[in-house]
């Protein structure tokens, strides 16, 4: 599903930038993908996307936790 209709950035991508350790704000995913650099309207769904990956990365094995 997209979440940056403007950037044509999918909840995927989020997801991946996350748990690679890429992106653990909305500014690093605004420099990486360009979320919420034109209309705004995706900050918020991106930066919910954001908290709910790292909480559940952080539910798995210690060991793999986020950055
Ligand atoms: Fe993301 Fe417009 S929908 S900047």
Do not use: F, H, N, W
């Not at 996350?18 to 992106?23: L, M, T």
């Not at 209309?39 to 210690?62: N, Q, V, Y």
């Amino acid at each position: 599903m997209y979440v940056c209709l403007c950037k044509g950035v999918t909840c995927s991508q989020i997801r991946e930038r996350v748990r690679q350790g890429e992106a653990q704000s909305l500014r690093d995913l605004s420099q990486s993908l360009g979320v919420a650099t034109q209309c705004g309207k995706c900050g918020r769904c991106a930066r919910a996307l954001i908290d709910e990956e790292r909480e559940s990365c952080s539910l798995d094995d210690p060991a793999l936790q986020c950055a």
